[in-house]
């Protein structure tokens, strides 16, 4: 299974071959302290420092969004064979490196994380999510607070393990560390356009894992789609469990909570949730786990 958050309905456009300047958008450069932000055996984690590594990890995602799983790209040039939209421009994207492949860099990508603050928002028009979910509401109620959206991750099939995903954890709470973000969000999606096939998992996440009044963060109306399809005493949490993403269970695991109503999105074939993580409320053991080795590249 794709270590997936498809954070949006896909703006499969015909600007994708356009640069960033043609596009109107200038991507704010960035000089890092170090260009590594974890590193377990010969994989690394890093930001893209040049364009060429960033269509590399657009040319990833689309191998793995439209080649293996099946999204729609009609309105994408098969010659550019790359999953990319304006939001690429502003974000930051981590990257996951085996320097054990030897060549050139960007051929040594292996997974990738793109990273959205809340000034790239700003400049992009608002965040990719909002076109699903009010997040906007909840970063107006909280203008005190760093937000980083987390989107469009995926990993290589070959190199889908517990280390990879650690590593991509490790460069995100570095990440986080560095630009002093209190809240991280996103979309994470169960595969398949029909919500009913997932009743076990979504009426446990509704059940066991909503968010609170104060962080709560609705499906736009006209796509929301209402998780509670069985009562709490009908959920099997061990059958909800397994047939749950790993990603969203390790979301869970971390302290996330979940928003109210999911969204199905035609063009990618998936049913999405939002994901709304507080820094504050991660589990310790997690911050301790991820943050020694994360803390030495922040």
């Known amino acids: 299974m794709a270590i997936l958050i498809k954070d949006d309905a ?18 704010p450069v960035e000089i890092e302290s170090t260009a590594v932000l974890g590193k377990i055996g010969a994989l690394e984690v890093r930001l893209a420092q040049t364009q060429q590594e960033i269509e590399a990890a657009q040319e990833l995602r689309f191998r793995v969004f439209y080649e293996e799983m ?27 490196y085996d320097t054990a492949l030897g060549g050139p860099e960007h051929k040594q990508i292996v997974g990738t994380y793109r990273l959205m603050r809340k000034e790239h928002a700003d400049s992009a028009g608002g965040f990719y999510s909002a076109s699903e979910f009010e997040i906007d509401k909840l970063v107006a109620k909280k203008p005190e607070l760093n937000f980083l959206e987390l989107g469009r991750s995926c990993v290589m099939p070959e190199y889908r393990s517990k280390r990879t995903v650690e590593l991509l ?21 169960f ?4 919500p009913a096939a997932h009743a076990a998992g979504l009426s446990f996440l509704h059940h066991h894992a909503r968010a609170d009044a104060d962080w709560d963060v609705r499906a736009l109306e006209e796509h929301h789609v209402g998780m509670d399809m069985m009562p709490l005493e009908a959920v099997n949490t061990k059958v909800a469990l397994f047939s749950m993403p ?12 979940i928003g109210d109503g999911a969204v199905v999105d035609e063009a990618f074939g998936t049913t999405d949730v939002f994901i709304i993580l507080p820094v504050s409320k991660i589990s310790s053991r997690y911050i301790t786990y991820y943050g020694a080795e994360a803390n030495r590249f922040v």
């Not at 896909?10 to 958008?25: F, K, L, N």
């Not at 954890?169 to 994470?188: L, N, P």
């Open 191 to 194: 595969s398949g356009s029909v």
């Open 246 to 257: 790993p990603l969203i269970k390790g979301y869970l695991r971390l302290g996330a909570m």
């Open 70 to 96: 099946g999204a729609k790209h009609e309105q994408l040039e098969d010659a550019e064979r790359r999953d990319a939209d304006r939001f690429d421009a502003v974000c930051d994207h981590l990257l996951v």
């Open 169 to 189: 954890w490790q460069g995100a709470w570095a990440y986080c560390r560095r630009h002093s973000i209190d809240v991280m969000f996103g979309c994470a999606s």
């Open 10 to 27: 896909t703006q499969a456009i015909s600007d994708v071959a356009m640069t960033s300047a043609e596009r109107g958008i200038t991507r």
